[in-house]
Antibody, heavy 121, light 109 residues
């Protein structure tokens, strides 16, 4: 059974960089059949796609966040990571990693449990 | 950006009854529409993709319909575990720009 697990600091100071890692188990991130993505959800609000990556390193980002986002992959560790720079309180959210159902645009069928990141001094 | 609008914001239905949730896209997304269920403190769960295909393990009481700009999620006979928030998502853009609706909260009447 595929499992995804987010990890990283739960508290980040304003103007600093948020860094999270998603560890994939029960399957290979190097599969040619899937993209891997990050989605976030501010407390009490809806879902926002941040960006997605292929095992080769090909990335797509939400234009609204593109200038601040970097997603990378480490196939040797079966992990992919998110960096979001210059954070503000508006970046406080539960961050989810997930697997897309395919390699063209596709919904996400496996999700991590999510990790709350709070931006505060 | 394609804007997804869900209605109603909150739907009150009794167990055993049918629930119908709507999702409208600001422009055509063909059949590239998914539905997710989210319970408090949990990650979203994929229910429907391709507008009408149930994801693995999803009960037959969940069904999706529609194409273009108008979509519907129907739950034929509500069970206690179905009370949750439901989101629609379009995945029609290339390059990808996935957008979600604001959600419909399905509550017990």
């Amino acid at each position: 059974q595929l499992q995804l697990q987010e990890s990283g600091p739960g508290l980040v100071k304003p103007s600093e960089t948020l860094s999270l890692t998603c560890t994939v188990s029960g399957g290979s991130i190097s599969s040619s059949s899937y993209y891997w993505g990050w989605i976030r959800q501010p407390p009490g609000k809806g879902l926002e796609w941040i960006g997605s990556i292929y095992y080769s390193g090909s990335t797509y980002y939400n234009p609204s966040l593109k200038s601040r986002v970097t997603i990378s992959v480490d196939t040797s560790k079966n992990q992919f990571s998110l960096k979001l720079s210059s954070v503000t309180a508006a970046d406080t959210a539960v961050y989810y990693c997930a697997r897309h159902l395919g390699v063209v645009t596709a919904p996400t069928d496996y999700w991590g449990q999510g990790t709350l990141v709070t931006v505060s001094s | 950006e394609i804007v997804m609008t869900q209605s109603p914001a909150t739907l009150s239905v009794s167990p055993g009854e049918r629930a119908t949730l709507s999702c409208r896209a600001s422009q055509s997304v063909s059949s590239n529409l998914a539905w997710y269920q989210q319970k408090p403190g949990q990650a979203p769960r994929l229910l429907i993709y391709g507008a009408s295909t149930r994801a693995t393990g999803i009960p037959a009481r969940f069904s999706g319909s529609g194409s273009g700009t108008e979509f519907t999620l129907t739950i034929s006979s509500l069970q206690s575990e179905d009370f949750a928030v439901y989101y629609c998502q379009q995945y029609n853009n290339w390059p990808p720009l996935y957008t979600f609706g604001q959600g419909t909260k399905l509550e017990i009447k």
